[in-house]
């Protein structure tokens, strides 16, 4: 596994991007913005790669263009 695919927990992640947990589990509910992975039958887990990506997804460069 590459650094990059190092799995992180819901709260690694959110600390990581600058949000909330619930922020994360909202996503999660609503249709999964930020890809995530289920380990097992219920652990949930994300790749600092997949994180990276959602970063880079987010790029304006004006505050009027949609998302």
Known sequence: ?????KLLTTKDAAEYLGVSKAFLERDRWAGARVQFIKVGGRAVRYRLS???????????HSTSEVA
């Open 1 to 5: 596994m590459a650094i990059t695919d």
């Open 50 to 60: 997949d994180l990276e990506q959602y970063i880079e997804r987010q790029i304006r």
